[in-house]
């Protein structure tokens, strides 16, 4: 029997796309019943973010140009997805962006716990469904305690920071493998499938790969 498929995804808590993507990537998995280890990676989609955050929507009408229908639209069809992929997005008007360096420093510690994907996951529903501000340590350490790992330990890697220089190497050793956007997965260190591609494509990707492993 091969090993199992090794899957690296480089990710931000604050990108949509990325649990979208990720939700359909597991569909795919399971429906094709294929061995895998999934390990995930930072990326930080607003490095300058300000501690205190943005409303989601004022951001991106400023990142990328778009309208409050385009923004409205895109979120409607983000929610769709969702929905059909056991995923509720409850954006409202407050909703807010944050900076997510300390975040990704908690998913370091997580990591060290073999709890790295379980943190993950309660990460995008605390943002996203729960509408919580993960640039605040306490709601962090909070989410790390849902997940039943140490709370106070969760707020000693915050205080400290002493995951940030590893956290900056491994985001700065992805930018250098030319990963400029998330989602960005890559399946056994070689071949690079970015965005959101759908259940269909995941699957064709992976019935693919099987066959080059074989």
């Known amino acids: 029997m091969s090993d199992p498929l090794k899957i690296d995804i480089i990710s931000d808590v604050m990108c949509p796309w990325c649990i ?5 990537l597991a ?4 429906e094709t019943g294929t061995p895998h280890e999934i390990q995930w990676h930072p990326f930080e989609l607003n490095p300058q973010m300000p501690p205190e955050g943005q ?13 409050a229908e385009q923004s409205e639209q895109s979120r409607r069809q983000m929610k769709e997805l969702g929905e059909s992929l056991g995923f509720d997005f409850a954006w409202d008007e407050n909703s807010r962006m944050h900076n997510t360096f300390n975040t990704h420093q908690l998913l370091h510690w997580a990591n060290t716990q073999g709890r790295m994907h379980d943190l993950k996951q309660a990460l995008f529903t605390a943002h996203f469904t729960e509408q919580r501000n993960l640039s605040d340590n306490a709601v962090l350490a909070d989410v790390a305690a849902g997940i039943g790992l140490d709370r106070a330990e969760a707020e000693a890697v915050l205080e400290d920071q002493r995951y940030a220089e590893e956290v900056r190497r491994e ?5 250098q ?3 400029t956007g998330v989602p960005a997965m890559v399946f056994d260190r070689k071949h690079l499938v970015t965005g959101a591609q759908g259940v269909d494509n995941y699957r064709s990707i992976l019935k693919q790969l099987a066959e080059m492993r074989a």
């Open 171 to 175: 985001e700065q050793f992805w930018q």
């Open 20 to 24: 979208i993507g990720y939700r359909q």
């Open 177 to 179: 493998q030319g990963i």
């Open 55 to 67: 409303n989601t929507r004022e951001h991106i009408m400023e990142k990328y140009g778009s309208t």
């Open 27 to 30: 569909a795919a998995l399971e």
